[in-house]
């Protein structure tokens, strides 16, 4: 029997976690009332160092409610937030689902032209938007169903002294933080209108809304091929499976007081189910960041230390760093959960150092809320996977050509996914959903391997695999290889195209302070570790890579800088590293078969990434894949 038929992941649970989490018929508004009716005057925010207790967040949700039901608001409808980490925020999430309707979350720093056919697409008539977004996307009242912007001052939630400080005092370093942190909206309606008793009263008289597990609670957008974005509706039911299985998964979360530290955005899937889902469930104070500046970090992580920190590797390994350098113990870390990118071992180690806690990497999607697989927190993880299935979840590698067709136990294929944390689907998307699901599993377009004792690796998204020479070349294999170069800060392997349609494997590398690019001196360490095929031709300097507000490298971006710096002729570093591969020895060649899962006889012309990701039935270019990061 193969480790999927056998569940085999299961022996690597910790002991404290059970095989499958009993979810109940719980909706995010019960378990934050339940959570409301335990620790009422325990904090729930901390802001700058101004602290709400639930008992005060839940008067302003109640009073943000009503106004937003005098704006129209009504069970079903949709309402845009469009902010970064704030109080706000948060009050508006639960005020929206508060009147049974969906929130609809956005990153502010989006362009009208980039958000407007989202707008579109979800009809929200009323969006909650911090003032400083307010200039570039009021416009999307012209055009899309947008009428009520009701404009968030983040300053007014912070601490009086700091708030007349930043609107007062005429210094030019405090003038510079206000322009970072509000700007001018007119044509709006001030939030701290809409909680006053003139617009909606106190909301003493709201009734219970008429909802359940499959009601949509957010929705996110992910990218697609043709640029058209896709609006994943997730649950009640998605988000009590995740709050309550990561409590699971976490050795007695909640059971002493827990603070999160918020930095990773709150419109993306991760920041939303692990900073304020999971706060809420365990009754929390979430110490929110509007963004991951390091001195706010550093200041939040005095003033404010956490017990809980999700987040990605390079957010780890800044603040182990900078804590290495200093001498800091941060020692009231317990937990903290990674995901967006691969994971070093040296970045777990340095970590765990200066915390004493756990940090384990899991990986998910924006339409599985986000986490799919996780490493167990009993000190079990294993470096280069992404874990185990997380309870109440079935996880299938498949043949992508025939995704009814399971793999062998150690074999690439497609993964696929069904439990209670995958999305009802896309909205307004019949035909997407239709190529999204196969026999009740969710497609994820991501190439992985499943061991014989069920633990899970991934190799590459199907669309950025490249071909070369006939093979398939997983860009993850060749990274973590590359990432344990003394002189590679980080990396992305991407395509080179080639006039032939075919690709050539190359890297775009950022290097460690001091390092000079070696071109020959990598390729020599690459070929010790790697079958010729894979050894990247080429590495090019790059002093950044292109990532998202969660730290994810974005390869396909990267790629296309790539092109773009090539077009310009600026593109010479490394170049002195080109050459002819050697030619794979018939071993090589039958190794890349049995791993790519087919023969060098299918005509490389026919295994366009575009063609594999067309005959999986997937799109191509769907975001939110790796290693719980999402495109939003």
Same mark, same amino acid.
């Given at each position: 029997?193969?480790?999927?038929? @056998?569940?085999?992941?299961?022996?690597?649970?910790?002991?404290?976690?059970?095989? #499958?989490?009993?979810?109940?018929?719980?909706?995010?508004?019960?378990?934050?009332?339940?959570?409301?009716?335990?620790?009422?005057?325990?904090?729930?925010?901390?802001?700058?160092?101004?602290?709400?207790?639930?008992?005060?967040?839940?008067?302003?949700?109640?009073?943000?409610?009503?106004?937003?039901?005098?704006?129209?608001?009504?069970?079903?409808?949709?309402?845009?937030?469009?902010?970064?980490?704030?109080?706000? $925020?948060?009050?508006?999430?639960?005020?929206?689902?508060?009147?049974?309707?969906?929130?609809?979350?956005?990153?502010?720093?989006?362009?009208?032209?980039?958000?407007?056919?989202?707008?579109?697409?979800?009809?929200?008539?009323?969006?909650?938007?911090?003032? *400083?977004?307010?200039? %570039?996307?009021?416009?999307?009242?012209?055009?899309?169903?947008? @009428?009520?912007?009701?404009?968030?001052?983040?300053? =007014?939630?912070?601490?009086?002294?700091?708030?007349?400080?930043?609107?007062?005092?005429?210094?030019?370093?405090?003038?510079?933080?206000?322009?970072?942190?509000?700007?001018?909206?007119?044509?709006?309606?001030?939030?701290?209108?809409?909680?006053?008793?003139?617009?909606?009263?106190?909301?003493?008289?709201?009734?219970?809304?008429?909802?359940?597990?499959?009601?949509?609670?957010?929705?996110?957008?992910?990218?697609?091929?043709?640029?058209? !974005?896709?609006?994943?509706?997730?649950?009640?039911?998605?988000?009590?499976?995740?709050? *309550?299985?990561?409590?699971?998964?976490?050795?007695?979360?909640?059971?002493?007081?827990?603070?999160?530290?918020?930095?990773?955005?709150?419109?993306?899937?991760?920041?939303?189910?692990?900073?304020?889902?999971?706060?809420?469930?365990?009754?929390?104070?979430?110490?929110?960041?509007?963004?991951?500046?390091?001195?706010?970090?550093?200041?939040?992580?005095?003033?404010?230390?956490?017990?809980?920190?999700?987040?990605?590797?390079?957010?780890?390994?800044?603040?182990?760093?900078?804590?290495? @350098? =200093?001498?800091?113990?941060?020692?009231?870390?317990?937990?903290?959960?990674?995901?967006?990118?691969?994971?070093?071992?040296?970045?777990?180690?340095?970590?765990?150092?200066?915390?004493?806690?756990?940090?384990?990497?899991?990986?998910?999607?924006? @339409?599985?809320?986000?986490?799919?697989?996780?490493?167990?927190?009993?000190?079990?993880?294993? !470096?280069?996977?992404?874990?185990?299935?997380?309870?109440?979840?079935?996880?299938?590698?498949?043949?992508?050509?025939?995704?009814?067709?399971?793999? !062998?136990?150690?074999?690439?294929?497609?993964?696929?996914?069904?439990?209670?944390?995958?999305?009802?689907?896309?909205? %307004? =998307?019949?035909?997407?959903?239709? =190529?999204?699901?196969?026999?009740?599993?969710?497609?994820?377009?991501?190439?992985?391997?499943?061991?014989?004792?069920?633990?899970?690796?991934?190799?590459?998204?199907?669309?950025?695999?490249?071909?070369?020479?006939? $093979?398939?070349?997983?860009?993850?294999?060749? #990274? %973590?290889?590359?990432?344990?170069?003394?002189?590679?800060?980080?990396?992305?392997?991407?395509?080179?195209?080639?006039?032939?349609?075919?690709?050539?494997?190359?890297?775009?590398?950022?290097?460690?302070?001091?390092?000079?690019?070696? !071109?020959?001196?990598?390729?020599?360490?690459?070929?010790?570790?790697?079958?010729?095929? *894979?050894?990247?031709?080429?590495?090019?300097? $790059?002093?950044?890579?292109? &990532? +998202?507000?969660?730290?994810?490298?974005?390869?396909?971006?990267?790629?296309?800088?790539?092109?773009?710096?090539?077009?310009?002729?600026?593109?010479?570093?490394?170049?002195?590293?080109?050459?002819?591969?050697?030619?794979?020895?018939?071993? #090589?060649?039958?190794?890349?078969?049995?791993?790519?899962?087919?023969?060098?006889?299918?005509?490389?012309?026919?295994?366009?990434? #575009?063609?594999?990701?067309?005959?999986?039935?997937?799109?191509?270019? +769907?975001?939110? &894949?790796?290693?719980?990061?999402?495109?939003?």
């Amino acid at each position: 029997m193969s480790a999927f038929e @056998e569940k085999a992941w299961l022996s690597s649970y910790a002991e404290w976690t059970p095989p #499958e989490v009993d979810l109940g018929d719980d909706t995010i508004l019960d378990l934050y009332e339940e959570t409301l009716s335990k620790r009422s005057y325990k904090n729930a925010m901390w802001f700058f160092g101004r602290t709400i207790t639930y008992s005060e967040l839940d008067k302003q949700v109640r009073s943000c409610a009503a106004g937003l039901k005098a704006f129209g608001v009504r069970p079903g409808d949709r309402v845009a937030l469009v902010m970064p980490n704030c109080p706000q $925020f948060v009050i508006s999430f639960l005020a929206v689902l508060r009147l049974g309707a969906s929130v609809v979350a956005h990153n502010p720093l989006y362009t009208a032209h980039e958000l407007r056919g989202q707008f579109n697409d979800h009809g929200a008539r009323v969006a909650v938007m911090w003032d *400083k977004a307010v200039e %570039n996307l009021a416009e999307l009242r012209n055009d899309t169903p947008l @009428e009520t912007i009701v404009s968030v001052d983040m300053t =007014k939630a912070m601490p009086k002294y700091m708030e007349l400080a930043l609107k007062y005092v005429p210094l030019k370093k405090l003038r510079e933080s206000r322009k970072k942190l509000s700007g001018p909206a007119p044509d709006t309606i001030a939030f701290e209108t809409l909680l006053s008793a003139a617009i909606g009263g106190e909301g003493h008289n709201l009734e219970n809304p008429d909802i359940d597990q499959d009601t949509t609670a957010v929705i996110l957008y992910t990218s697609g091929t043709t640029g058209e !974005p896709k609006g994943a509706q997730i649950t009640h039911g998605n988000f009590n499976h995740q709050m *309550k299985a990561g409590r699971a998964w976490m050795k007695d979360l909640g059971k002493e007081d827990e603070k999160v530290l918020a930095v990773l955005p709150l419109f993306h899937v991760y920041g939303l189910a692990l900073n304020l889902g999971l706060g809420l469930l365990v009754g929390a104070e979430i110490t929110l960041l509007p963004s991951p500046e390091p001195d706010l970090i550093q200041d939040a992580l005095k003033r404010n230390p956490p017990t809980f920190v999700p987040g990605v590797p390079t957010l780890y390994q800044r603040i182990a760093a900078s804590a290495q @350098e =200093k001498g800091q113990k941060l020692t009231s870390i317990r937990n903290s959960f990674s995901g967006a990118s691969t994971l070093p071992i040296s970045t777990v180690e340095a970590w765990e150092k200066v915390t004493g806690g756990k940090l384990v990497e899991g990986y998910g999607l924006t @339409e599985t809320a986000p986490i799919v697989t996780a490493n167990p927190m009993d000190g079990s993880r294993r !470096p280069g996977y992404v874990g185990v299935p997380f309870p109440n979840t079935l996880v299938r590698i498949v043949n992508p050509d025939n995704p009814t067709e399971l793999m !062998p136990d150690g074999e690439p294929g497609e993964l696929i996914v069904k439990g209670p944390q995958v999305m009802k689907g896309y909205l %307004n =998307k019949p035909e997407a959903n239709e =190529k999204a699901f196969v026999d009740g599993y969710f497609r994820t377009g991501d190439m992985g391997v499943m061991e014989e004792d069920g633990w899970i690796r991934l190799v590459s998204r199907i669309k950025e695999m490249i071909i070369t020479g006939g $093979f398939n070349v997983y860009p993850d294999e060749v #990274e %973590n290889v590359m990432r344990a170069h003394r002189d590679i800060a980080d990396i992305a392997v991407v395509g080179r195209p080639r006039e032939d349609g075919s690709e050539d494997v190359v890297a775009c590398v950022t290097l460690e302070e001091g390092a000079a690019l070696d !071109p020959q001196g990598l390729q020599d360490y690459a070929r010790e570790r790697l079958t010729p095929y *894979k050894v990247p031709r080429t590495f090019y300097h $790059f002093e950044e890579l292109n &990532r +998202d507000m969660t730290g994810k490298i974005r390869r396909r971006e990267v790629q296309q800088s790539l092109i773009d710096r090539l077009n310009a002729g600026t593109a010479a570093d490394g170049e002195n590293a080109e050459g002819t591969p050697e030619e794979p020895s018939p071993e #090589e060649v039958e190794k890349g078969e049995k791993e790519n899962g087919w023969s060098l006889e299918k005509s490389p012309e026919d295994a366009t990434p #575009e063609a594999d990701a067309a005959e999986a039935g997937t799109d191509a270019d +769907d975001a939110g &894949r790796h290693r719980l990061e999402e495109d939003s």
